[in-house]
């Protein structure tokens, strides 16, 4: 066997290696909804990176609230929603989204305000 195939050999176990897991990492993510199935040392991040893009993904859907107007963050279940709304029942409108979603504990609405 030459040189080049002994380099060659390592060099794709390493790629196919990464490829899987590369395959499997995202499975285990989409698998955990903080329901206790799949549950993994860290469990915040993932149910919070889970509930800021299920309520910024309801308000870009809903046509009463500009959803492209309010940044979304989440910690350990708080969401807090950043930004300025046309109206005072768009404010509303939008806290009552946030309340709706999943694993939501509190929403925080002090940096949300009416033009």
Known sequence: MSNNA????????????????????????????GDGVGDRDSSQPVT?????????STLLADS???????NVTTVDGVVTL??????????????????????VVAVDTRALTVR
């Open 48 to 56: 919070d990176t889970w509930i800021t893009t299920k309520v910024k």
């Open 64 to 70: 009463d609230v500009a959803g492209t107007d309010i």
């Open 82 to 103: 950043a930004g300025v709304l046309g109206s005072q029942a768009a404010v509303e409108r939008a806290i009552d989204l946030a309340r709706g979603i999943e694993g």
């Open 6 to 33: 002994l380099i060659r050999m390592p060099t794709l176990a390493a790629l196919v290696a990464a490829g899987a897991l590369a395959v499997a990492a995202p499975l285990t993510l989409a698998n955990d909804h």
